[in-house]
T-cell receptor
Framework: KAGVTQTPRYLIKTRGQQVTLSCSPI?????VSWYQQTPGQGLQFLFE???????NKGNFPGRFSGRQFSNSRSEMNVSTLELGDSALYLC??????????FGQGTRLTVV | KQEVTQIPAALSVPEGENLVLNCSFT??????LQWFRQDPGKGLTSLLL?????REQTSGRLNASLDKSSGRSTLYIAASQPGDSATYLCATLGPDRGSTLGRLYFGRGTQLTVWP
């Protein structure tokens, strides 16, 4: 079956712009979570959605937001981009057992 | 807040060796623990999932154990191969279980190099 799909794979943006990343979970998975990965901080939790509701949020500024649609697809948005937002953004979808499956990520570069 | 530590941070071994990667966590009230593999610039591939009620899981040359009471997990890789070279990450689901399924707490990983 199809895995977790993230689009786009690569993105280059200028400081001050905004960006939207997309994640399509594995069919039947209702939980979608987002993580930011940087060499300095490792993997940091951004937020988690379940049935279109945000259930948990990490310690990121309000410039980071997300949403989940009725088909479980999720988007995350980062406004007013900063150089420090350059990272690999990973999306994971989960079964009720909690096993997480990750997508290939979106590499965001802010210049 | 859960903290996950992985030791060693890096490991370089010749092909054929048996390896043990270590993972420790501070809060034992976890729902499960997962081991992942990450190749450079790629996403995470799930290797093994151990539920909190289980002690170990096996898949091919990989075996993972879980000791909740001591806050430790180990990943054993038998007869290592160059294709095993990657970063290995462990992550706990919770605590802060409640109705949350998705929040994982990650270690910083062990970067493994297996040379021919």
């Amino acid at each position: 079956k199809a895995g977790v799909t993230q689009t786009p794979r690569y993105l280059i943006k200028t400081r001050g712009q905004q960006v939207t990343l997309s994640c399509s979970p594995i069919s039947g998975h209702r939980s979608v979570s987002w993580y930011q990965q940087t060499p300095g901080q490792g993997l940091q939790f951004l937020f988690e959605y379940f049935s279109e509701t945000q259930r948990n949020k990490g310690n990121f500024p309000g410039r980071f937001s997300g949403r989940q649609f009725s088909n479980s697809r999720s988007e995350m948005n980062v406004s007013t981009l900063e150089l420090g937002d350059s990272a690999l953004y990973l999306c994971a979808s989960s079964l009720d057992t909690g096993e997480a499956f990750f997508g290939q990520g979106t590499r965001l570069t802010v210049v | 807040k859960q903290e996950v530590t992985q030791i060693p941070a890096a490991l370089s071994v010749p092909e054929g060796e048996n390896l043990v990667l270590n993972c420790s966590f501070t809060d034992s009230a976890i729902y499960n623990l997962q081991w992942f593999r990450q190749d450079p610039g790629k996403g995470l591939t799930s290797l093994l999932l151990i539920q909190s009620s289980q002690r170990e899981q096996t898949s091919g040359r990989l075996n993972a154990s879980l000791d909740k009471s001591s806050g430790r997990s180990t990943l054993y890789i038998a007869a290592s191969q160059p294709g095993d070279s990657a970063t290995y990450l462990c992550a706990t689901l919770g605590p802060d279980r409640g109705s949350t399924l998705g929040r994982l707490y990650f270690g910083r990983g062990t970067q493994l190099t297996v040379w021919p």
